[in-house]
């Protein structure tokens, strides 16, 4: 009798060619890469570091491509912007102690928008292990514990043997539902050690699917179907899971209007007749979200951003469809679903009867233009300016990534990203930095496309290192700096709340211009009047570029206080 199991183990004639003699010269660092390859990795990001070399190593004698940008945060968010482009998991590389501690921002803004971040880290040699304090340059007493409260898990390899499977478990973990970094840390002498194991082959590591519970589609189906004012909140989970086109079908079946959280810009269309776009920090769609008597959330936690700063309460049903379960009901009593939001979404289509209601459109006109007349009251003509220059200026299907400023803040709310998975920021987490590593990221996953980032002069300086990085690989990128003199958002938050007083805000900054043609990158300094036109020019000019506008966004008033 036959057993599959007899089949799968069973060694090809070139499997057993391949072991009974491996290539010579081998080290850890080779089964590291050799895993990498056999999972589908294309392209590593990291800096080298002392513990790391033999890793590097085996990466230079590989065909992985290899980016190496000039920090290691910032290489973090460039990782981080392939994942959330390409949907694949991708390679980190860090080197032990301060280099792996630099990245903890970038992994934590991972985290918090679920992308597949596969952080592989060096250690000090196995002996120096387990806090014994033996004085290894960059020792930590416990390095993967600074991690496991900010990745999704932590996998730890001690011998080569182990490497392999560690590897293939973290990359399967990355990419189940929902995404998320993960950490994988192996010693500097497994990682230099000459191996007698033989060549990789064979790795699989399949993530796992999350369907919902058919009870649970069902019950939400019977809610939504018999709504008298359904209402769909869309969050990045739409976008992560490939499903704006299913999310589209279910709310013209429904009749549902549909808001987008600022991590899933681009789930349903913008100017469409059922869309509320993104005006989440506002009343007028607060009170029309609270209304509805069943609200459908899908791939979003509801959390501070998205619920207007916790000022949103439902009168209604809720019904919440999730990926990770420590946020189902964890603001909002629902309906809680466990699942991937695409497979959701199909099991709702598959369910839900039509529901017509032609009155949808005119009460989603209404919302708007309340909207568009509280902002009229505010004297703010510069703002909505300057994002119709830029959206007017960005190609169509080209990808933007904003950093903390007030201009994103602004695009959260009001910035039409055209498409699904174009527009970024760093909402997740909230750290400065983030635009211009990730706008280089995504250079790498979509060459050819012109990718923007937007950043205040703060936080700029944190990424100006990586105007090499965008030389060095001659990246069609181009960063937009708006010169507002300091922490523009911080500025107008401490004035409001202590008395006019601002500590701590106010920067001296270089000359952007001269500072990017330092590096051989062209740069204009612009105006609200040139904006579009300079930027159009830049994004229309291979290679990189900075433009930089000298001006002092405000922020529209909040509707939470």
């Not at 491996?22 to 590593?44: K, M, N, S, Y």
């Not at 009155?359 to 004297?379: C, F, I, M």
Request: aromatic share 6%.
């Amino acid at each position: 009798m036959t057993h599959d199991h007899d089949l799968v183990l069973r060694p090809t004639d070139a499997q057993r060619a391949a072991a009974l003699a491996p290539p010579p010269g081998r080290t850890g660092g080779d089964l590291v890469v050799e895993t990498l390859r056999g999972l589908g990795a294309t392209t590593v990001f990291g800096l080298p570091g002392q513990h790391a070399l033999g890793l590097f190593d085996a990466v230079g004698r590989s065909d992985l491509r290899l980016v190496t940008l000039r920090v290691e945060n910032n290489a973090g968010f460039a990782a981080d912007a392939y994942g959330r482009m390409t949907g694949e998991a991708v390679p980190l590389l860090l080197s032990t102690g301060p280099g792996a501690l630099t990245a903890l921002p970038a992994l934590a803004e991972a985290a918090a928008a679920s992308s597949p971040v596969l952080a592989i880290s060096s250690q000090v040699p196995t002996a120096g292990l387990g806090g014994g304090r033996r004085g290894h340059l960059h020792e930590l007493r416990d390095q993967a514990a600074s991690f496991r409260d900010v990745v999704k898990s932590v996998h730890l390899a001690r011998t080569p043997s182990q490497v392999p499977t560690v590897i293939a478990e973290a990359w399967e973990s990355a990419l189940t539902a929902p995404h998320g970094p993960v950490w994988v840390e192996i010693p500097e002498d497994v990682l230099r050690t000459e191996t007698f194991l033989p060549q990789v082959t064979g790795m699989d590591a399949t993530p796992h699917d999350l369907p919902p519970r058919p009870e649970l589609t069902a019950l939400a189906a019977h809610w939504l179907e018999n709504a008298e004012r359904p209402v769909i909140i869309a969050g990045g989970g739409v976008i992560r899971s490939d499903a704006a086109g299913k999310l589209k079908q279910l709310a013209e079946r429904l009749s549902a209007p549909v808001v987008t959280t600022f991590g899933g810009k681009g789930a349903f269309p913008w100017t469409h007749p059922l869309s509320l776009q993104s005006w989440l920090e506002d009343r007028h769609t607060t009170d029309f979200l609270e209304d509805a008597d069943v609200l459908l959330v899908v791939g979003s936690g509801l959390g501070e951003l998205s619920s207007n700063y916790h000022t949103f309460r439902p009168g209604g049903r809720v019904v919440q469809i999730e990926a990770d379960l420590g946020k189902l009901e964890s603001n909002h009593p629902a309906l809680g679903i466990h699942a991937d939001a695409r497979l959701a979404l199909q099991a709702l289509l598959e369910t839900v009867a039509e529901r017509p209601d032609p009155t949808a459109p005119n009460r989603v006109r209404a919302v708007l233009s309340a909207v568009e007349d509280r902002l009229a009251s505010q004297d703010l003509t510069l703002e909505q300016n300057l994002l119709h220059s830029i959206r007017s200026a960005l190609p169509p299907r080209s990808p933007s990534f904003w950093d903390m400023t007030i201009l994103a803040y602004w695009a959260w709310s009001a910035f039409d990203p055209k498409h699904p998975n174009t527009m970024h920021s760093a909402q997740g987490a909230g750290g400065l930095g983030y635009a211009f590593p990730a706008a280089l990221g995504a250079c790498l996953a979509e060459p050819g496309t012109p990718v923007l980032a937007v950043s205040g002069d703060g936080g700029a300086m944190y990424s100006i290192a990586e105007l090499a990085t965008a030389r060095q690989h001659d990246l069609d990128v181009t960063w937009l700096i708006v010169d507002d003199g300091g922490y523009g958002i911080l500025r107008e938050y401490m004035t409001d709340a202590f008395d006019g007083r601002a500590t701590g805000t106010e920067l001296t900054r270089p000359d952007f211009t001269a500072l990017a043609a330092s590096f051989g990158i062209p740069a204009t300094q612009t105006t609200p009047g040139t904006l579009r036109a300079d930027l159009a020019k830049a994004l229309a000019t291979p290679g990189p570029s900075v433009v930089v506008l000298p001006a002092k966004p405000r922020m529209f008033a909040p509707t939470h206080v």
